[in-house]
Structures are given as structure tokens and as C-alpha cells.
């Protein structure tokens, strides 16, 4: 068979969404986060908790994610074996100790046409991992190299997959939020014609009080 030049995939990562709950009792309070590259508009309320998320830029620095923040890089072109790794630190500036959780979910993505003319989502094709670490330096330590990264990329990106922490108060937590296209997709994901696939991706923070 004639081997096929594999044209590389623009994946849009283009909403971010923070999803803060707290059950107090009888009631709760939600915060939550949005972030559209079409028109951004992110809102952030915090209720009884106060959570604090922040991005690492290119220049090592961390950046308060506000309403023009953009976490991904929305140009990236994904091909097999490319790997994107965003650096995230979350702070609970309260009082309140709480459970926090982290989950990736699809909010939106398009379906387009590979080279044999069958259907396809490129949301099925792509992997997620996330990796917790209590220090900046133990964060950086586990994905030291790109290879460390995506083997830590290994849930399917179309399921809603969650890790659990305990948050104390005053501490900060460094994240790393991986997508990769593992090396042995192959030409099922080549897409061909005007339509290029595209995933909208919601990473959402879910925060419980302890009792």
C-alpha cells in the first residue's frame, strides 16, 4: 500500500472551564471559570472557599487566570507523537480545608473525514493525563522530558477521568495537565477535505468541604 504523507490536525483546546462546588450542609455555592476562544468571557465568583488557579507561562512565571488567559496553545497542530503539557497552580487561600478534584470532559468537537472516507472524531484518538505534585520542583522532576509526560497521558479524552486531593488550608498544589496523539494512530485519523476535526476540551476543579 502507498504510504501516505499524514497531514497534521489542528486540535483546539479552545474552553477551559473551572468548576468550583461546595457543599455546605443543606446549601451550595458554585464558582465557576469559562474560557471561549471566540469570544472570551470568563467569570469567576468565590463563595465560601477561595480558590486560586494559575497558569505557568513561557517565561516561568504564573499567571492568574483572568478573562483573556489563554491556557493552550490553540494553533498546535497534532500529528502522531505530539504532546502538549500546560502547568497549573492552584492555591487554597481560605480558611477551609477541602477535597478537590480534577476532571477533563468534551464539550464540543467536530467530525471530519479521513483519507478513506469514513467519519471520524478526533476526540477518540487522543489521550489525557494529569500529574499532582506538592512543589513546583517535584512537578517539573516527573515530567522532566517530554516522554515522561505522555506516558502519563493515558486516559481516553472522551471520558470524564478524576484524581482526588486533599486541599489544606493556605496550601498549593502544581498540576500538569498532558493531551497527546499517541504515535501509532495511523491513517483513521488523517483527515482529508475542508473540515478539520476539532475537540473543545472543559477542565473543570470540583471542590468538596471535608466533614
Given at each position: 500500500m502507498e504510504k501516505r504523507t499524514y497531514k497534521k490536525i489542528a486540535y483546539v483546546?479552545?474552553?477551559?472551564?473551572?468548576?468550583?462546588?461546595?457543599?455546605?450542609?443543606?446549601?451550595?455555592?458554585?464558582?465557576?471559570?469559562?474560557?471561549?476562544?471566540?469570544?472570551?468571557?470568563?467569570?469567576?465568583?468565590?463563595?465560601?472557599?477561595?480558590?486560586?488557579?494559575?497558569?505557568?507561562?513561557?517565561?516561568?512565571?504564573?499567571?492568574?487566570?483572568?478573562?483573556?488567559?489563554?491556557?493552550?496553545?490553540?494553533?498546535?497542530?497534532?500529528?502522531?507523537g505530539y504532546t502538549q503539557v500546560v502547568y497549573l497552580k492552584v492555591k487554597n487561600e481560605g480558611t477551609i480545608p477541602f477535597d478537590m478534584k480534577t476532571a477533563v470532559s468534551i464539550t464540543d468537537y467536530t467530525v471530519a473525514t479521513n483519507v478513506f472516507g469514513r467519519s471520524f472524531e478526533l476526540r477518540d484518538y487522543l489521550k489525557f493525563g494529569f500529574v499532582m505534585a506538592d512543589t513546583e520542583a517535584e512537578l517539573d522532576e516527573k515530567v522532566a522530558t517530554r516522554a515522561m509526560a505522555a506516558a502519563a497521558a493515558t486516559m481516553p479524552l472522551n471520558n470524564y477521568s478524576t484524581d482526588t486531593v486533599v486541599m489544606e488550608a493556605g496550601q498549593t498544589k502544581y498540576m500538569a495537565l498532558i493531551v497527546r496523539m499517541p504515535e501509532e494512530v495511523g491513517n483513521e485519523a488523517n483527515y482529508r477535505g475542508d473540515t478539520i476535526p476539532k475537540v473543545e476540551l472543559g477542565v473543570i476543579v470540583e471542590a468538596t468541604q471535608i466533614t
Open positions: 483546546l479552545s474552553l477551559c472551564v473551572f468548576l468550583l462546588w461546595a457543599a455546605l450542609g443543606t446549601g451550595t455555592s458554585l464558582a465557576w471559570f469559562t474560557d471561549t476562544t471566540t469570544e472570551i468571557k470568563n467569570v469567576f465568583h468565590t463563595a465560601e472557599f477561595e480558590l486560586k488557579v494559575s497558569h505557568r507561562t513561557e517565561g516561568g512565571w504564573y499567571e492568574v487566570i483572568d478573562g483573556t488567559t489563554q491556557i493552550f496553545d490553540d494553533e498546535a497542530l497534532y500529528e502522531p
